[in-house]
């Protein structure tokens, strides 16, 4: 055999070595890639969002009126009820790698109407319903990587078009006024890809009671008044797009 055949078996058996000791290293070495642990990276709710809801919703109305000087008389309840559309803003900031905080603007049109022309007292008789509903509220809510189950609460204010109608013209009130109240809920969200997310969400609402007088001096000995007391309750589902 010449040097140049010894040569060439030699050089090919020293690559052959070296790769197979290349190979053993790697596999073997503590810290190499086969050994890295995965990591995954939390979902990032972070930042603002758009979206628009539908729902239901029903409420309570309490009407009253006041005979003159004595006591609440002719006290009846009416419900609301009825569909809703909305549309919301938004902004999450992550305070945890499971925690955020947020604050949520809507504004929704409420479709709420009660039994019509339902007596009250002497005459008088409750009308209307409910069609618009604004809420400003803050959220609580802990992630579970693309899931968020959150707590909400803040500011309510519910557009009301009832009415109180008397026995002749005079003693119509018309009660058709944004009324200030407060609002409490809790819903769950999901992303269904890198920017849509979906939405379920109950909201309980009270409003401050709207009141008035109804009737006229020489009527009776001293003006009616009426009183209208509300609350809300809504389910709704959303659509959002994080920005």
Request: proline share 2%; no cysteine; charged share 15%.
């Amino acid at each position: 055999m010449g040097y140049k055949a010894i040569l060439t078996v030699v050089t090919l058996t020293v690559a052959a070595t070296g790769g197979v000791n290349a190979t053993d290293i790697a596999k073997s070495a503590p810290g190499g890639l086969k050994d890295a642990p995965y990591v995954e990276v939390p979902w990032n709710w972070a930042g603002a969002y758009y979206g628009a809801t539908i729902g239901y919703g029903s409420g309570g109305s309490k009407a009253s009126v006041t005979a003159n000087a004595n006591d609440e008389h002719g006290v009846d309840t009416n419900d609301p009820d009825g569909v809703l559309l909305g549309g919301t803003i938004g902004y999450n900031y992550q305070i945890a790698p499971t925690w955020l905080i947020g604050a949520e603007a809507d504004f929704s049109w409420l479709g709420l109407q009660g039994d019509q022309g339902k007596a009250v007292f002497d005459g008088h008789y409750w009308t209307g319903g409910w069609d618009g509903l604004f809420t400003l509220r803050g959220r609580l809510g802990y992630t579970m990587g693309r899931t968020l189950i959150y707590g909400t609460a803040g500011y309510a204010a519910l557009h009301t078009n009832e009415t109180i109608s008397g026995n002749n013209t005079n003693e119509s009130s018309f009660g058709t006024d944004w009324r200030s109240g407060w609002v409490v809920g809790g819903g769950v969200e999901h992303f269904l890809t890198e920017r849509l997310s979906v939405k379920a969400e109950y909201l309980h609402a009270g409003f401050e009671d709207l009141t008035g007088a109804t009737g006229f001096p020489g009527n009776y000995s001293a003006t009616q008044n009426y009183k209208l007391e509300s609350d809300l309750d809504l389910v709704r589902i959303g659509l959002n797009y994080k920005l």
